[in-house]
């Protein structure tokens, strides 16, 4: 394994760790009432902009199959 590879797995590691505590947070926000929807929509839009970057960094590091 290389050092561009070994820092893209990293990467990936920090952006599924921060993917997670979106989860907790918003679970968090809605469960204590009153919430504030916008905060919320935002965090979402947050966790869905953090998964597109998984998905790539992870289709970056394993290799295509032709099938």
């Known amino acids: 394994m290389d050092e561009a590879e070994t820092q893209l797995r990293k990467q990936l590691d920090d952006l599924r760790l921060e993917h997670r505590d979106l989860d907790d947070v918003i679970q968090h ?3 204590t009432r009153p919430f504030d929807q916008i905060q ?3 965090l ?3 966790k869905l902009s953090l998964k597109d970057q ?3 960094l992870e289709s970056r590091l394993l ?3 032709i099938a």
Do not use: A, C, N, Y
């Open 54 to 56: 998984i998905s790539k």
């Open 63 to 65: 290799p295509d199959i």
């Open 44 to 46: 979402k839009k947050r």
């Open 40 to 42: 919320i929509q935002r």
């Open 29 to 31: 926000l809605i469960e």
